[in-house]
């Protein structure tokens, strides 16, 4: 996908270590947002992805999270099959028949294939995500490949830097690394991401991401209780 540089929001211009709360407080509250949704599909079983989409105010007219895992798809259209993603469960919420492109789409992980094809088809101006995904590095190069595709190729900003990202990437490759150890993804992920893959797995053994999804823990809290080790893994 072409890829912008990440708004200065959610890049901390200062060096080294800051206050999560502060941190939390500069994040953009759609990539909160996106976050919250991500945890809650990660407390349910599933990958741990969410995403927003807001509209040309920019108040929020959809949202959805990845349900993989789920039998019951709750107010998202897709649950339990492997379609059932984060961008797809929001872009579910939109209307037929009109362009999108003051819409923005918002999402904890870069979009995959399938979703790249959704936000294509609703035509959606502009897409904003947290964490790179090295599985759809490729992608970039679908608007050349024909002039449909690329006319109505969306404005993508995105990879951010720093712990929000690193949370973004490391639930799903906890789950990962919880249900299919040694998958094809999973090895992908760590081969792109060494440090938080050691992470991911310590989790698991730890059972400590665990035990926070069955306590019912708030994202912010959680965050907070990961936030050193976060720092850690992406070399702050
Ligand atoms: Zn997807």
Do not use: Y
Not at 5 to 11: F, T
Not at 124 to 135: K, N, S, W, Y
Not at 138 to 147: N, T, V
Not at 170 to 184: A, K, M, N, V, Y
Request: glycine share 12%; proline share 7%; net charge negative.
């Amino acid at each position: 996908m072409r890829r912008e540089p990440d708004h200065p929001a959610v890049v901390s211009a200062a060096p080294g270590p800051s206050a999560f709360e502060d941190r939390w407080a500069e994040l953009e509250p759609e990539f909160r947002h996106c976050l919250e949704l991500a945890w809650k599909s990660a407390q349910s079983g599933s990958l741990g992805i969410g995403s927003v989409i807001t509209g040309a105010g920019g108040a929020v007219v959809a949202t959805g999270r990845n349900r993989l895992f789920e039998q019951h798809c709750g107010d998202d259209q897709l649950a339990g099959s492997p379609v059932a993603h984060a961008e797809m469960n929001a872009l579910g919420k939109l209307k037929s028949g009109r362009s999108h492109r003051d819409f923005t789409l918002w999402t904890s992980l870069e979009p995959c294939l399938l979703c790249a094809g959704g936000i294509r088809l609703a035509q959606i101006g502009t897409v904003r995500f947290l964490a790179e995904d090295p599985l759809w590095s490729g992608l970039s190069g679908l608007p050349a490949l024909d002039p449909f595709i690329g006319a109505g190729w969306p404005r993508i900003t995105g990879p951010a830097d720093g712990e929000f990202a690193a949370f973004a990437l490391l639930l799903p490759l906890h789950t990962s690394r919880f249900w299919t150890p040694g998958s094809e993804i999973e090895l992908a992920w760590r081969a792109h991401a060494p440090a938080l893959g050691e992470l991911a797995t310590e989790l698991v053994a730890s059972h400590e991401l665990v035990a926070l999804a069955a306590n019912g823990t708030p994202v912010e809290e959680v965050l907070g209780e990961l936030w050193e080790r976060l720092q850690l893994s992406c070399g702050r």
